[in-house]
C-alpha cells in the first residue's frame, strides 16, 4: 500500500499537476489578471444566474402542427385531383377531427383518386415512410388520416426549423453568444447572456410573423360578420387594432382559400409611408413570391385584400393597380419599433408553429456579481476554518489534508473548465459542500491510524491498515453520494444541474486528492524520517 | 504539539440503551413533521406553485419599503402579492400569482410583470431590478412530479445500494433513517415558512448522500465488529460500533458545518434556503445514523452470522438446516 515507485509518483504529480493547471486560466480572469494569449486557457463558464443574462423556455404548439400539415394536404389533394386527367371532381370536404374527408362525385374514380393522391402520402425519406392512412368508406368517401410518426416527424421538422427561426431572430439583435437547444419533442432553451432588455427579445420570439394576403369577401354583410356568422368559404379574421377597424365591425370576412402567403421573401425593412410619414413595413418578395403576388393583384384590381399578421388583420387596402415590382408595403398601426421588430420578424422567417414561453428567467449583471463576491468570501472563510480545524487535530497528518484539498479545489476547477461545464449558482455550494466534506476520507483514514497505533501496531503497519480499512466506508460512502449526484443531475433544470457537476466531479477529485495524494505524501515522510510515533 | 481532540479517547457512551425512548421521540417527530406539511402546507415558491417573482433593491434607501410595495402591487389587481425582505434590508423578492388566462398567454405575464414593475418604479425612482423570473403552471406542475420521484428513486436507489453491499437489514435501516431526515427537513421548511423551491430539493438530495456517509461508517464498523466479535449481545456491540466511530462522526459533522455556516451567514441571499437545509441535514443525519439507523438492526435481527464469510446461499441453507436437525 505505501509501495510508490518512481513511475507511479511521477505519473501522479504529472496528472495532479495538468489537471489543476487548467483551472489557472479561470482563477486569472476572475481577479482581473491577463492570460498570455500563446497558452491555451479553456474557462468556466458562468451561468445565467451569475452572469447575468435571460433563460427563456418556449413550448410549441404540437395540435397547431398537425392542423397546419391538414390545411396544407387538403389544398394538395384538391390541387391534384384537379389537375388529373380526367379532371376528378370532389365534394363534401371537411377537416374536423384531425382528418381530412371528402366525398368523389363520381365513385367510378375511386381507383384513380387513390392513384392520384398515394404519392401525397408517402413521406419525403427514402425509408418509404407512410404519413398518412387513406381509407375508403361507402364506396366513394375519402378518409385521410395522419399516421402518428407522420405528425411526429412533422413536429420535429417544425421544431428544426422553428429553432433556425429563434437563431436568426436573435442573432439580427446583435446579442453575443445565444445558446439554443431542443429540449424534449416540443421544446427550446434559449440563453442569452448579459442582455440590457430581455424585453425586445421576448416580443420577438413571441411574434409567430406569418403572413398572408387573403381577399376580402365584400358580399359578407357586415352585421353577420359581426354576430360571428361565417360566410360560407369564408373565415372572419379580427383587427390587430380594433380602433382602425371600419364602421365599428372589429372583424373581417376574408376568402379561406386562394390567398398567398408572405413567406416568400428576399428582404423586409422598417421605413415611411409617403403621404402620411407613418411607419411601415416594405416587403420585398423573391421571384416566385412576387410573380404569386403579380398574379393575385392582377386578378383582383379594385377589391380589397386583407394583410394577415399571425391570425389578425393589420389593414385591408383596396388594390388600384396590379402590383407587378415585387414589393409592397405593409401598413398597420404601426410605431418605429413595432414596425423594426415586424422587419426583423418577417425577413427570418414565419415561425412554422407559436411558440409560448412557459418559464423565464432573467438575472441582472448586479446580482449576479454580488453573488459571486459573497460565495468566494464565504468560501474563503469556510476552507480557512475547515484548515484550521484539520490541522489543529491532526497535526501533519491536517497539513497533507490541507495540500489536498487545496488540489481538489484546483481540479475540480481545471476538470470544469476543459469540460466546458457552467458554473451556477448553486455550484458554488455544491463548491462549499465539496470541501467540508472533502476532508471525511482524511478524517476516516487518520481516525482508523489513531485506533490501530492504540492497539499496539508499529507505525508502519498502523498507516497502512489505516489506509486499507477505511478505504471500504470511503468507496461505498462515495458511491452512495455519486447515485444521489446522478439523480440531481438527472432531475435537475440549469442551475440545479450545475449544483450536481460539482457535487460529481467532486466525488472523484476528492477519493484521487484525499487518498491517493495523501498516501503517497505520507509514504514519502515515512521512508524519509522513519518516524517511530505517530501523532495523529 | 499538542493534539486538539474533540472527541476523548476509549469513550463508552451507552447510546442504545435509551433507544426506545429516542425511537419514540423520533416517530413522533416524523409524524409531526409531516402534519405540519399536510396541515400549514410547504411555501411553494414559483418553481413548484408558478407565478412570477421580481427581486429588487431599493438602491438609495436604507429599507425597502414593504407596505407600500404591497400596497402598490395589491392596486393593480393580480391578488395579494407575497413580499418577503430578501437578504439585505433594502431587497425584497415580490411573487404574484399569475391569472389562469396568462396559462399559454405569454403576453399577458410579460405585461403584468411590466405592469408591476412600472408601478413600483413610479413611486420608488431608486428601484434596481436584480432578476425576473415567470414559471407558467404546466412546467411548475412538472417540477413538482420530477421532485417526487428524483426523490423516490434516490432514497430507493440507494437503500438498494446498501442491501447488496450489507444486508437486507442494513438497506431498511438506511432508508429508515433516509426518510426520517427528509421528513424533518420538510418539516423544518414547514414550520418556518420557508420558500421551497428546486434548490430546497438538491438539497436534500444532497442530505440523502452525505446523511448515508454517516450511517454507511457506522455500518462498515458494525459489520466489521460483527465479524470479529460474534458472540457479543447485539446491542452492546452496537455501543461499542458506534463510539469507535464517534471521533469520526463528530470530526466530519464538524468540518460540514464550519464550511457551510459562513455559507449561510455571508453567501449569496439566494443560497440561504440551499444551505440552511443542508446543515439542518447535517444534524438530523448525524442523529439518525445513530439513533434510527443503528437501533433498527437489533429489531430487524443481525446477527454475527449475517456475515459470516465465504457463505454462499446455498451452503447457508445446508448450515441451518443442519443447525435445525441438531437442536431437534
Known amino acids: 500500500m505505501l509501495e510508490f515507485p518512481t513511475w507511479k509518483k511521477v505519473w501522479l504529480w504529472g496528472l495532479t499537476l495538468v489537471v489543476a493547471a487548467a483551472a489557472l486560466p479561470s482563477l486569472f480572469a476572475v481577479s482581473g489578471l491577463p492570460w498570455p494569449s500563446a497558452i491555451p486557457n479553456p474557462q468556466v463558464s458562468l451561468g445565467l444566474d451569475l452572469a447575468g443574462g435571460s433563460h427563456i423556455l418556449l413550448e410549441a404548439d404540437e395540435k397547431q402542427v398537425g392542423q397546419q400539415r391538414l390545411e396544407n394536404m387538403e389544398e394538395s389533394v384538391r390541387a391534384r385531383l384537379r389537375q388529373a386527367e380526367p379532371r376528378i371532381r370532389i365534394g363534401d370536404i371537411s377537416s374536423a377531427g384531425g382528418r381530412l374527408s371528402f366525398m368523389l362525385k363520381d365513385p367510378s374514380q375511386v381507383d384513380a383518386a387513390r392513384e392520384e393522391i398515394l404519392p401525397l402520402t408517402t413521406g419525403a425519406g427514402l425509408t418509404g415512410q407512410r404519413d398518412w392512412d387513406i381509407r375508403v368508406e361507402d364506396g366513394n368517401r375519402f378518409i385521410l388520416t395522419p399516421t402518428s410518426e407522420g405528425l411526429e416527424q412533422a413536429v420535429s421538422q417544425a421544431m428544426d426549423s422553428a429553432i433556425e427561426v429563434v437563431r436568426k431572430r436573435i442573432d439580427a439583435l446583435g446579442t453575443r453568444e445565444p445558446t439554443i437547444i431542443r429540449q424534449g419533442q416540443n421544446r427550446i432553451v434559449v440563453q442569452v447572456p448579459g442582455l440590457d432588455d430581455p424585453q425586445a427579445l421576448k416580443d420577438l420570439l413571441g411574434q409567430t410573423a406569418k403572413l398572408e394576403f387573403k381577399m376580402v369577401d365584400d358580399s359578407a354583410a357586415p352585421n353577420d360578420v359581426a354576430q360571428g356568422i361565417v360566410p360560407p368559404g369564408d373565415e372572419i379574421v379580427p383587427y390587430a387594432d380594433p380602433q382602425s377597424a371600419p364602421a365599428g365591425v372589429p372583424a373581417i370576412a376574408v376568402k379561406r382559400l386562394g390567398g398567398i402567403k408572405g413567406d416568400q421573401l428576399t428582404d423586409a425593412r422598417q421605413s415611411f409611408e409617403q403621404q402620411t410619414n407613418s411607419p411601415v413595413v416594405t416587403i420585398t418578395f423573391n421571384q416566385q413570391g412576387g410573380a404569386k403576388f403579380a398574379k393575385l393583384t392582377s386578378e383582383n384590381v379594385n377589391k380589397r385584400f386583407a394583410i394577415i399578421l399571425d391570425g389578425k388583420v393589420l389593414s385591408a387596402p383596396s388594390i388600384n393597380e396590379p402590383i407587378l415590382g415585387g414589393s409592397a408595403q405593409i401598413s398597420g398601426s404601426f410605431t418605429v419599433q413595432s414596425a423594426t421588430q415586424l422587419a426583423i420578424a418577417l425577413r427570418s422567417g414565419a415561425l412554422p408553429v407559436d411558440l409560448t414561453v412557459v418559464e423565464e428567467r432573467t438575472v441582472g449583471p448586479d446580482l449576479g456579481a454580488d453573488s459571486i463576491r459573497k460565495g468566494l468570501v464565504a468560501m474563503g472563510i469556510g476552507t480557512g476554518l475547515v484548515v484550521l480545524l484539520m490541522v489543529a487535530v491532526y497535526g501533519r497528518f491536517g497539513i497533507y489534508a490541507t495540500c489536498a484539498l487545496v488540489f481538489n479545489v484546483l481540479m475540480i476547477l481545471g476538470i470544469m473548465a476543459v469540460m466546458g461545464t457552467t458554473l451556477t449558482l448553486p455550484g458554488i455550494a455544491g463548491f462549499v459542500l465539496t470541501i467540508g466534506a472533502a476532508v471525511d476520507a482524511n478524517v476516516l483514514i487518520y481516525e482508523r491510524m489513531r485506533e490501530e497505533r492504540k492497539k499496539g501496531r508499529r507505525v508502519i503497519a498502523a498507516v497502512e491498515n489505516g489506509y486499507k480499512e477505511a478505504s471500504r466506508a470511503i468507496y461505498d460512502a462515495n458511491i452512495t453520494n455519486f447515485i444521489a449526484g446522478i439523480l440531481l443531475f438527472a432531475f435537475g433544470s440549469g442551475p440545479v444541474r450545475g449544483f450536481a457537476v460539482v457535487l460529481i466531479i467532486g466525488l472523484f477529485t476528492s477519493v484521487f486528492t484525499g487518498v491517493t495524494l495523501t498516501r503517497m505524501w505520507v509514504a514519502d515522510w515515512l521512508r524519509r524520517k522513519r518516524p517511530t510515533e505517530l501523532n495523529v | ?328
Open chain 2, 1 to 328: 504539539m499538542q493534539l486538539l481532540k474533540l472527541v476523548p479517547d476509549n469513550t463508552n457512551i451507552h447510546f442504545l440503551r435509551w433507544r426506545v425512548p429516542f425511537y419514540v421521540v423520533s416517530i413522533i417527530l416524523i409524524a409531526a413533521s409531516w402534519g405540519l406539511v399536510l396541515t400549514k402546507g410547504l411555501n411553494y415558491g414559483i418553481d413548484f406553485a408558478g407565478g412570477q417573482e421580481i427581486e429588487a433593491t431599493f438602491t438609495k434607501s436604507a429599507e425597502a419599503p414593504v407596505a407600500e410595495l404591497r400596497e402598490d402591487v395589491a392596486k393593480l389587481g393580480y391578488g395579494d402579492p407575497v413580499i418577503q425582505r430578501f437578504g439585505d434590508a433594502n431587497s425584497v423578492s415580490i411573487r404574484t400569482k399569475l391569472p389562469e388566462e396568462a396559462e399559454g398567454n405569454a403576453g399577458m405575464a410579460e405585461a403584468i410583470s411590466n405592469k408591476i414593475i412600472a408601478a413600483i418604479r413610479a413611486d420608488h425612482p431608486d428601484v434596481r431590478i436584480d432578476s425576473v423570473s415567470t414559471v407558467s403552471g404546466k412546467v411548475s406542475g412538472e417540477f413538482r412530479e420530477m421532485a417526487i420521484y428524483a426523490l423516490g428513486a434516490a432514497m430507493l436507489a440507494i437503500s438498494i445500494y446498501i442491501w447488496v453491499r450489507f444486508e437486507w437489514q442494513f438497506g431498511v435501516g438506511g432508508l429508515f433513517a433516509l426518510f426520517h431526515d427528509v421528513s424533518l427537513t420538510l418539516g423544518m421548511f414547514a414550520l418556518f415558512q420557508m420558500e421551497f423551491g428546486l434548490q430546497i430539493i438538491a438539497a436534500i438530495l444532497a442530505i440523502i448522500g452525505y446523511s448515508l456517509n454517516d450511517t454507511i461508517v457506522v455500518y462498515d464498523r458494525i459489520r466489521e465488529d460483527l465479524k470479529k466479535f460474534r458472540k457479543m449481545p447485539l446491542p452492546e456491540l452496537l455501543d461499542m460500533s458506534v463510539n469507535e466511530t464517534l471521533a469520526r462522526t463528530v470530526m466530519t459533522s464538524a468540518t460540514l458545518l464550519l464550511a457551510l455556516i459562513p455559507l449561510l451567514l455571508f453567501g449569496p441571499e439566494s443560497l440561504f434556503g440551499l444551505t440552511a437545509a443542508i446543515v439542518m441535514g447535517i444534524f438530523v443525519g448525524t442523529y439518525s445514523s445513530i439513533y434510527m439507523a443503528a437501533p433498527i438492526l437489533i429489531w430487524l435481527g443481525v446477527s454475527g452470522d449475517s456475515f459470516v464469510p465465504t457463505e454462499s446461499a446455498v451452503e447457508r441453507q445446508e448450515r441451518l438446516a443442519r443447525e435445525r436437525g441438531t437442536k431437534s
